[in-house]
């Protein structure tokens, strides 16, 4: 059975490449939804004009798609509500001095 921590392990694989720090660290990750085999993963960027959205969603369905029982991985990319500093980790802002 597929599980929202494996499904999160997984998602520590996919990495901003300017900030240097992986999207769940970084408070990006807004929503895993797991229906049997199906993995959704809701998702934002730091900017709605980030270019690497695409590069973002084939990571997810990468990483994600390795986990055992997953059959298919939905990323969906949102800017509501809007990401800011505040949804990082207490260790992602210290590594970025907030």
């Not at 597929?2 to 694989?13: G, I, K, Y």
């Not at 029982?69 to 990319?77: F, I, S």
Request: proline residues 8%; aromatic residues 8%.
């Amino acid at each position: 059975m597929v599980t929202e921590d494996a499904v999160t392990d997984a998602l520590a694989n996919v990495i901003d490449p300017e900030l240097g720090l992986d999207f769940v660290e970084l408070g990006l990750v807004y929503e895993v939804a797991i229906e049997g085999g199906r993995v959704d993963i809701t998702f934002t960027l730091t900017t709605p004009a980030c270019p690497i959205g695409p590069q973002v969603s084939e990571q997810m369905q990468e990483f994600v798609g390795e986990i055992e029982g997953v059959e298919e991985v939905v990323p969906h990319m949102v800017f509501s509500p809007p990401w800011s500093p505040e949804r990082m980790s207490e260790d992602a802002k210290f590594a970025l001095g907030f």
